[in-house]
């Protein structure tokens, strides 16, 4: 007897692990620096939702900075106590999949250590125009065609955009996101907003 799996059905026989980054180093300042980015409570508790709502793996964020590693580990915590589960639930299972890290080196090395078998697949969207950047439909439909399973590491940036010094980490490009006006609109999306754009856009089901 013939078997027709469905799309979803393919997914869930042979799934992409996936991970979000929020990379707060290497990033640039408006002038073009080199500089680490402050990490916000609200990128912490909402772009965690979205990665749950998405069925994202793992959600780091990236900072070298020791005093917003302290604020980050107060708040991840706070949300570990049986008392915060029991009050919300929703929230103490998003940040569950949250890990704070120094460096991205760090993210790649505990996403091999936990996926030794899979290839870690680096992208990348930019509010700016870049070479050779993909649309988020080719993107998915790539991701959905391969035979093979990997890890999809999506890295947001923020301040005034990652740093080129982080570009040879990364094989994909994703274009960026436009409104109605296209490139001559506005285009300056907060980063949790754009996260969750980004992975509905990549991974959500589109009816």
Not at 29 to 48: F, K, Q
Not at 173 to 187: C, E, F
């Amino acid at each position: 007897m013939l078997v027709i799996l469905s799309q979803k059905q393919k997914h869930k026989i042979a799934p992409h692990k996936i991970a979000v980054v929020l990379l707060h180093y290497p990033t640039t300042s408006r002038t073009g620096e080199i500089i680490a980015t402050a990490v916000t409570n609200l990128d912490l508790h909402d772009i965690s939702r979205s990665c749950r709502t998405y069925e994202v793996d793992h959600y780091y964020v990236v900072t070298p900075v020791k005093e917003q590693q302290e604020i980050v580990g107060r708040i991840l915590e706070h949300w570990k106590l049986p008392r915060s589960k029991e009050w919300h639930p929703d929230r103490f299972e998003a940040l569950s999949r949250l890990q704070m890290v120094s460096y991205f080196e760090d993210v790649k090395a505990d996403l091999k250590s936990r996926y030794p078998d899979l290839e870690l697949e680096v992208c990348m969207p930019d509010a700016r125009p870049l070479p050779n950047q993909l649309s988020y439909q080719d993107t998915r439909k790539k991701w959905q065609d391969e035979p093979k399973t990997g890890v999809k590491v999506v890295v947001l940036g923020t301040g005034w955009g990652v740093a080129p010094a982080f570009y040879p980490e990364v094989h994909t490009y994703l274009a960026p996101i436009d409104g109605p006006l296209g490139r001559d609109g506005y285009n300056h999306l907060s980063v949790r907003a754009a996260a969750a754009v980004i992975l509905d856009r990549l991974f959500g089901t589109h009816n």
